[in-house]
């Protein structure tokens, strides 16, 4: 409706579907052009960027790069540290680098890997060791398959670094804080269609909060503090701002992996909620990608067809191509009297184009556009005497959710000499949503009346993130230093209107009739909002410790406009952030740490005096301890901690329409984890939460002591991933149980949400380039809700059982 945006977005909008369109073709056509190549012979060099460091892990490290098997004795390299590694190399050259001075090198071995020999003879202290006992009793194996290997073997549940935590590619047992890292492999096997599906067997991430929503929202909590969609948003390290009803959503299929960093994190990301970042990390262009055609259809007749194509388009392997793809048409769990369902369809495009601009420069080029088709309706009707039903309080012809989305966007890394590299990621972006719905207002008797409502909203963020990152030594010390700037700008406009509808009989609902679009306008909203963050970090080893010290300054302008009534409130904030984090390496594999660290978040409006509301603040202490079995794909976590987060907001008990920023909630808790291999063919998740979250400070004394809404005190969950090898070639088979604890859904505690277990199983079968899978969620199809009992009750049905088959092709 044109007439209805903003005369300073008008043209802009106009234009702007034209020029990201041809953008997202001109980033396309280069890789489908490399797909002909796509089976092409690797060529002989490629870029490897690898830390200063243990030998044992640069070696495991480099394997995995390489897509290598690397063979070795675990006592050739205890105690050896290999050199900082950035250059373009063959996979012999950049062996020789790594085992420069150590008295070892690597040789093909008759199988297509490489081994280490000493290149004289073995020493045991200052003795040399004769040569007939250099033979290799137990061998370590380290690397992974080749990235274009079909489906051979369990799908790679364990990750062992991850850049979340430290904006470094740095090993998880040296990071001070509690990080989990969901793989591809991982949401494959699990059939993970959404960044929700993703997180079910995560600790500390609650995803039961307000069931299913047909608009794509993304509703869940961390370590107890619920508004975690709208503050942990983040992709590819920057944030995904939200603005009003305009949220950018996430494709999963479209992500090679997604990090979640629990707790206190603004001195690593900026302004955020205590609980912690999700963050998405793209499919993107390189090497070692394999082509796939994947054809699914499901419940709720779910049909969907997705790609992900890449190729060298040049023969020197200088310029990489790829380009992620999908296409749905589904509806929803939600269906109307009369028989229509609320729809769930998506077209989604990502093309990415990687450049070598020489041997010192790489870029990234990417992009991503977005378009979505949703029911909006999911407000089912409660009866007069309270009891739950699923009559949909909406209607099919008002009730739809509209949103398209574009970005674009760098990743640049300049190598400066051989210890210092500039980095810099860039992202803009852009989106328009629609969301239209008939709410209820009163139940008489048997007779709900409701109200139409629409929001159409616009947004535009843009995003730069320069840093600088070096390696120093200061004796026995290595220091990796991080100094960057954060640049955020962010214009959104909003508009509101009502209208009137039909009441609805919930004994005798009658669907389809005329209902108008809501049209009477009742506010026009305005955001504008300006980051500049200025950060340094100091990751120090020496010896068996590795300390983690940062800080973070943020300053924050926030100017909201009411243009209907002239309103104008202005937040400005600035804060300090700090972390501070030892890691004890015990054994190589065994790792305890201690951390402290802060955040904080500016929080829009005003109280009834009209002064606006100051930040919240909030304090973490963590201590936990990590296992990595050398010899084993897994890691092994828990960890301990209380965040006290201050100027939460609340209701105003003498102005019941206002807030106050007057409280206070400190959450404690225990966080346990496995994921990885047990052995050889079996793979296992398996998380459990003990979360203490209270009132310390309010403003109803009557509610101090209260437990927030909707965190539950327990939550556990199990996955086991089973492929039988050999005795049933191409065969694998999972299943997982999840379960939620009770929690409350309203203040004062007085109402309760019943403990839920929900049930997931997957079947699959590889036979050469196909893989078929069957994935069953909520198996047991257990109807379950989640309720909010402010002001009036309101439940969430959470996701019937869901069946998905699905055929890939893969070359």
Known sequence: ??????????????????????LLLALAVPGCAGFAWAQEARPAHRHYQLSAGPLDEALNRFARLAGITLSYAPDMVQGRTAPALDADLAVEEALAQLLAGSGLRAVRTPGGGYGLQWQGPARSGNDAIPEQEQRLKQVVIVGRRDGLALHEGPPDYAATHARTGTRTDTPLLDIPQSLSVVTREEMDARGAASVMDALRYLPGANTQTHGVDPRGYDYFNLRGFINAQNTSNYLNGLRQLVAGFGMFRTESYALERVEVLRGAASATVGQADPGGVVNRISKLAGEGSPNELVLSAGTFNMRQLTADLSGTI??????????????RDSDTQFRYGNGRAAENDRLYLAPSLKLRLGRDTSLILLADYLKDRNGSSRWTAVAADGHL?????????????RGEQWSLGWQLAHRLDARWQLLQDFRQAGLRSQYSVLNPVSLSGRVLTRMAARYDTQMESSQLDTRLQGQLQQGAAEHTVVLGLDLTRMHQAEQRYRGDAPSLDLDAPVYGLPVAMASQAVARLEEDLQQTGLYLQDQIRHGALVWTLGSRYDRVTDTNRNLGTAVRTDTRAHALSHRAGLSWKLLPSLVPYLSVSTSFLPQPGQDVAGRPFSPSRSRQIEAGIKFQPEAQRALYSAALFQITKDHVLTSDPQNTNFSVDQGQVRSRGLELEARGALWPGLNLLAAYTWTQAINTAHADASLLGKMPMLVPRHAASLWLDYTPGDSLPGLGMGAGARYTGASYANADNSVRNAATVLLDAMLR?????????????NLANRRTTSCLAEPTLTCFWAEERTAVLSARYRW
Do not use: C, K
């Open 314 to 327: 040049d023969e020197d392997g200088q310029a990489q191509a790829r380009l992620v793809a999908l296409v």
């Open 389 to 401: 039903t699923h009559t949909l309080v909406g209607d099919p012809g008002i009730d739809r959710q």
């Open 1 to 22: 409706m044109p007439a209805l945006i903003p005369p300073r977005l008008h043209a802009d909008r106009l234009r702007r579907p034209r020029l990201v369109l041809g």
């Open 765 to 777: 079968l590889d036979r050469g380039h196909w893989r078929y899978a069957f994935n069953v969620s």
